[in-house]
């Protein structure tokens, strides 16, 4: 069972930048696709952001494209999303993901979530 944990979060102002990590207790290398997904008060689950097992290909939800940067290093078991130009409405628990499928994978694993706090 592959245990995902996030950190990075944080209370950042309007215009700035964070860096979450997801750091996975083994390979995922079954479940190849790296995701992140972000939850507000009060509304669903979204999807924010993939990359594939050779980070050759990435996707990105409209919201965050030219925003948001996500990368993986699998010698680590480590993923990554680069957040600048932060928004209030990027407020939320951010969690990482993995599974198999492309763009948006069927997720098998998940993390506790990190919280991201944008304040104007």
């Known amino acids: 069972q592959v245990q995902l944990v996030e950190s990075g979060g944080g209370t950042m102002q309007t215009g700035g930048s964070l860096r979450l990590s997801c750091g996975a207790s083994?390979?995922?290398?079954?479940?190849?696709?790296m995701a992140w997904l972000r939850q507000a008060p009060g509304k669903e689950r979204e999807f924010v952001a993939s990359?594939?097992?050779?980070?050759?290909?990435?996707y990105y939800a409209d919201s965050v494209k030219g925003r948001f940067t996500i990368s993986r290093d699998n010698t680590k078991n480590m993923a990554y999303l680069q957040m600048n130009n932060l928004k209030a409405e990027d407020t939320a628990v951010y969690y990482c993901?993995?599974?198999?499928?492309?763009?948006?994978?069927?997720?098998?694993?998940w993390g506790q979530g990190t919280q991201v706090t944008v304040s104007s």
């Open positions: 993901a993995a599974g198999r499928g492309w763009p948006v994978p069927k997720y098998e694993y």
């Open positions: 083994e390979s995922t290398y079954e479940s190849p696709v």
């Open positions: 990359i594939t097992w050779s980070a050759r290909n990435t």
